[in-house]
């Protein structure tokens, strides 16, 4: 059995069962690099304030660079016994380099290290996360620019609404996800603090200089308390929300194509490559993908009020209960972006089955606003436009037909302000762009929106 660091107060070893229990290094040896990466700033900081002689920091920064080799190829081996990540590590530098090794904890506790590695890694994947919403959004944009003028109609509670350019629908989506970025970015502030030099819980009396390693990590400050830099987690609390609402706009979207691609509406064919089929029913096209995104929004909000409840009612500082931070955090990441990649096939290659859906906006009522906007732009009180335009639709309902198939004479037999006009406004196309109002559906709202959104991404990209 492994001898521990701390073995000097002990004098029995540690039940297997507890180490089994206690170990974290299955999750946290995702932190390898990132724990190299603090070592080897902290190593350079503490020769620069003299706490360590320039030969023994050469010495442990050259083997950790060469343990980093090993973590990169996959030869590193962790070893569970060694309990986590900052352990193992630790422990083969001072195999290799010998009382060099042993210096490197100096001034820095467990604590302090795996705050500073998890915001690394969270830093770098939310880096990771806005490329991917990104190109997602670019997506979304492709396909709302190829169907400015094809009309869905739109809908509330599920019904027939109002009619609604596709590209104005998407572009519903990308305001979402733009938000999203925004909060993303916003996030990235609070993350980039260093809690690194705030050793245990009080700080140090060795002379040390967290600007300098705060900097070297490229953070944009050290965290101004020290027991507030070990103990909080809320970055990460952050970053799961984060990944909670992108992933429940993910869900919707994939709830609409669900929907689009069901017999009942068939708006949509997916494309064969992103469905799947089922093993006994030979007409079925599933769309598994768009489920299995909604389906996996339930893993991340678990996430977020697991992560929530865990650190409820801990007293200050660290406390052990803490380690079961890594796999809401990571497991959160790893879902949205495997979600977002996916999703960005998935839309690019739907088809919209235009004829399918142009019948679906003849059968119904969807301009009825449209008459009773007519009405009432004539002058008529709004209340008594609508209360006519119902009892046209009771009569059309029961006589079997729609607006469509009214002349002009039965249009007036409702109301002596219809005029020929209103045999154009109640088609679909038409509903729509007359919607001009700003953040409206019109053709011409939509094109400078569009134009809007592309400006949008564009600037983020130069961001980069
Ligand atoms: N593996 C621990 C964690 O992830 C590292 C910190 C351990 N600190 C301690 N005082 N036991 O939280």
New binding site residues.
Partial sequence: MTDKPWSGRFRTQIHPEVERFTE?VSI?YRLALQDIEVSIAHARMLVSTGIIAGEEASQIIGGLEEIRNEVVSGAFRFDPAL??V?MNIETELTQRIGEAGKKLHTAR???DQ?ATDLRLFVREELERLKTELRTFMNIILERAEEHIDTIIPGMTHLQHAQPLSFAHHMLAYFEMFRRDLERIEQGEKRVNQCPLGSAALAGTPHPIDRFMTAGELGFSEPLRNSVDAVSDRDFAIETVFICAMIMMHLSRMAEEIILWNSQPFSFIELNDSYSTGSSIMPQKKNPDVAELVRGKVGSVYGHLISLLTTMKALPLA?N?D??ED?RPIMDSLDTINRCLRVFCGLLESMELKKQEIERSLSGGFITATDVADYLSGKGMPFRDAHRITGEMVSALIRDGKTFADLGIEEFRAYSPLFEPDILTIITPAVSADRRTSYGGTASQRVREALRDARAFLGDQGHET
């Fill in positions: 974290s946290d309990e986590d900052h506790s467990r604590n795996v660290y052990r803490m380690q890594k």
